[in-house]
């Protein structure tokens, strides 16, 4: 089973920018990122192909977030810009299984706080 590690959450006033980042520990078809805020339900955030690059982001984050990858080493950024208050929750990463179409592995989670 291909384990995830997250890194790179933190703190950062509104407005300001964080980037995390997403290590698989062998090859996948598909990665994305959700994210848990207290007391509400795990949302999906984006997710990026890898086999040909394509992103897809959830209305909140378009325009602010950015799903890039590293095939090399295996590896899916997020690239938060413009955050707000609201983007503060836990956040995941998590593998698209091509077989189920379901997401099979998560990561252990990073929190990210933005304080107004």
């Known amino acids: 089973q291909v384990q995830l590690v997250e890194s790179g959450g933190g703190s950062v006033q509104a407005g300001g920018s964080l980037r995390l980042s997403c290590a698989a520990s062998?090859?996948?078809?598909?990665m994305g990122w959700f994210r848990q805020a207290p007391g509400k339900e795990r949302e999906f955030v984006g997710r990026?192909?890898?086999?040909?690059?394509?992103?897809f982001y959830t209305d909140s984050v378009k325009g602010r977030f950015t799903i890039s990858g590293d095939t090399a080493k295996i590896t899916m950024y997020l690239q938060m810009n413009s955050l707000k208050p609201e983007d503060t929750a836990v956040y995941y990463c998590?593998?698209?299984?091509?077989?189920?179409?379901?997401?099979?592995?998560w990561g252990q989670g990073t929190q990210v706080t933005v304080s107004s």
């Open positions: 062998g090859r996948t078809f598909s």
């Open positions: 990026i192909n890898w086999s040909d690059g394509r992103t």
């Open positions: 998590a593998l698209l299984s091509p077989s189920t179409i379901t997401w099979s592995s």
